[in-house]
């Protein structure tokens, strides 16, 4: 199974420009996946879809949607509005008020559930009792299952100390709780941080994918909130998105982005001795 990610969109930034740039952005990464063979099973969109919830941006961003031949499953970030979010998305699933669901059909080998960390007014995570009742349930439903867990934002300390998240908030505190009875989660994907970041939490990988959005600077020095220093913080790198591969065993994760890579070596008769050795010791260890 071969699961698309990407994050923080954050389209309206520029309200009265419809080529704005993250819309520019984003176009440059689903034209990516749309083009890519094989092709992913679904697109998540793991929050902060609009900068700032407003009924156009999300108008526009389903008429970015619209032209995926896979099925998009979005999560609420902290820029985002339930509201706003519901009137152009109506189809996506919602439960005790927050937008979290299960994605789980027959054909696919992996259960995912979709976390709803949105507070209004907050720009970290949260996670309530509902939330968590909420989420117990599902992951009694189908113990044999595989899941991964998505969400939006990591419940991890990042080092970035502008960017991160108390490790001992009552939230976390909450999220694993809820989580550590459950033996079959293999895993947990987010964003929020618009950096590329690979971890483990609670006993659990967890990869937090890069926007498609600007990237924040990687900058692990103390800052001062009352003494600016002219440091870095939002930068223009490429934007990026996820394939994260699940092999019935283990999930895989890739990182990558957008831009055109330059290229040193081509498959053509120069390295086809090369793969065809590689492929054959493959073949060899597997008989082993």
């Known amino acids: 199974m071969l699961i698309a990610q990407i994050t923080d969109i954050h389209l309206g930034f520029d309200p009265d420009d419809p080529a704005e740039f993250n819309r520019r952005r ?8 749309c083009d890519m063979t094989p092709q992913p099973d679904l697109l998540l969109a793991t929050g902060d879809l609009t900068d ?35 009137k152009l998305f109506p189809e ?23 976390l709803d960390t949105l507070e209004p007014g907050r720009h970290g995570g949260a996670f309530c009792d509902v939330r968590a009742a909420w989420l117990r349930e599902r992951l009694a439903e189908k113990p044999e299952k595989p899941v991964l867990i998505v969400l939006h934002h990591p419940p991890i300390e990042t080092g970035i100390p502008w960017m991160t998240t108390e490790p001992e ?100 008769e120069t390295m086809q001795p090369l793969v065809r050795y590689l492929i054959d010791e493959h073949a060899s260890d597997r008989k082993q």
């Not at 984003?26 to 996946?33: A, G, H, I, K, S």
């Not at 996506?92 to 979709?114: C, H, M, N, S, T």
């Open 52 to 86: 700032k919830g407003d009924t156009d941006s999300y108008r526009r961003l389903k008429s970015a949607f619209g032209r995926c031949p896979f099925p998009v499953w979005p999560c609420m970030g902290n820029h985002d509005d339930r509201d706003g979010f519901a």
């Open 92 to 114: 996506v699933p919602k439960a005790e008020g927050f937008v979290q669901y299960v994605i789980d059909e027959d054909r696919w080998p992996l259960r995912l559930i979709v």
């Open 169 to 268: 908030a009552a939230w976390v505190k909450r999220l694993r709780e809820t989580l550590a009875p459950a033996s079959n989660i293999v895993g947990m994907v987010a964003g929020h941080i618009h950096r590329p970041i690979l971890t483990g939490w609670a006993g659990l990988s967890l990869a937090v994918v890069p926007s498609t959005a600007p990237q924040v600077a990687l900058d692990l020095r103390p800052i001062d909130p009352g003494r600016p220093d002219n440091r870095p913080m939002i930068i223009a790198d490429p934007p990026a998105y996820a394939l994260h591969y699940w092999n019935g065993r283990s999930l895989i994760s890739h990182l990558d982005d957008a831009d055109d890579h330059v290229q040193l070596a081509r498959y053509d």
């Open 26 to 33: 984003l176009d440059q990464v689903l034209e990516r996946l």
